[in-house]
Nanobody, 115 residues
Framework: QVQLVESGGGLVQPGGSLRLSCAAS????????MGWYRRPPGKQRELVAT???????NYADSVKGRFTISGDNAKNTVYLQMNSLKPEDTAVYYC?????????WGQGTQVTVSS
């Protein structure tokens, strides 16, 4: 079992920045990749960014150059630095952890980009 707790969401103006955190606990040795997904209002959940245990990253085209995913193994935490935020980035952001037998999800954190 892996438990994920997200934090760092909130309301920000267009062009602003936020940093999301996802703290993992439990059977963290089984995790081989983590990521961030989001569900915009009225839409399906979509990939934002992922990072493997070896540090290989992948980004959705819509966030490339603006968002950065990183991990701190000592703190068992993954971060999503979001810069140059746009109204279309408004969504509930979810942390995901992948293990051999499946994956786990956090409860989600709301990010609202609005003036």
């Amino acid at each position: 079992q892996v438990q994920l707790v997200e934090s760092g969401g909130g309301l920000v103006q267009p062009g602003g920045s936020l940093r999301l955190s996802c703290a993992a606990s439990g059977s963290i040795r089984n995790i081989y990749a983590m990521g961030w997904y989001r569900r915009p209002p009225g839409k399906q959940r979509e990939l934002v960014a992922t990072i493997t245990s070896r540090g290989i990253t992948n980004y959705a085209d819509s966030v490339k150059g603006r968002f950065t995913i990183s991990g701190d193994n000592a703190k068992n935490t993954v971060y999503l630095q979001m810069n140059s935020l746009k109204p279309e980035d408004t969504a509930v952001y979810y942390c995901n952890a992948v293990v051999r037998t499946g994956d786990y999800w956090g409860q989600g954190t709301q990010v609202t980009v609005s003036s």
